[in-house]
């Protein structure tokens, strides 16, 4: 009889696979503000710039005039102690916070909102930016990183500039400890190792002597932690690529 396999130990997130929660800042979403606010300008200073392990975006803590607080990835150029001004009037410049409607074509944002008051969703990774590619009566079109263009309300607001921690991929990682580091700030496993590649006893799909699971690898979304590994609850075989282009 072997180990319990790594899927059955992490479990339901005991302390040795947990996350180091207790070091996180908190959440970065924009202040929610009434349409009042966002129809005037709010000026605000920017108090401090923080690092979140798991996060490869710098945070920065922004205070704003009536007294509130809150974080939020920061764009390049932004500094310490500079002042931003939030809301419709303010000016097109790096690190001012605006609804997409009022931001002019051309323009490079980040901290997109879905949503009027979601406080930010899209376009946060380092070193990413969306495009203002033209303003219709749909609503903002908006060109993503992804390359696709999509339609979003005026009101969401954005920050213009580009998401700094641009380049931070590119450093590779020289020790194996610096990538156990980075996965255990965000509660991922590393090292990973495919099941076919062990012992039958250490994993179901273990034990062919040609990287081969020997059985179906689909299993259903009640199967107990020992077993539930490979396409659970999968509602089709293939990959979605193969199936489109077979119809």
Known sequence: MGKRILVRRRGRGTSTFRASTHKRIGPARYAIMTKEDIASVIKGIVRRIDHEPGRGTPLALIELSDGRTYNSPIP????????????????????????????????????????PND???LVRASGTYATVVAHTPQGTMLKLP????????????????????????DKPFMKAGARFHMAKAKGHTWIHVAGVAMLSAYHPHGGGRHKHPG?????????????????IASRHAGSRKKIREKR
Do not use: M
């Open 119 to 121: 406080g930010g969703r």
């Open 215 to 231: 059985k179906p690898t689909t299993v259903a979304r009640g199967a107990p932690p020992g077993r539930k590994v490979g396409n």
């Open 146 to 169: 992804s390359g696709k263009t999509a339609a979003f309300n005026n009101s969401c607001r954005a920050t213009i500039g580009v998401i700094s921690g641009a380049g931070r991929v």
């Open 76 to 115: 390049e150029g932004v500094h310490q102690g500079q002042e931003i001004s939030v809301g419709s009037e303010a000016p097109n410049d790096i690190g001012n916070i605006l609804p997409v409607g009022r931001i002019s074509e051309g323009t490079f944002i980040c901290n997109i909102e879905l949503s």
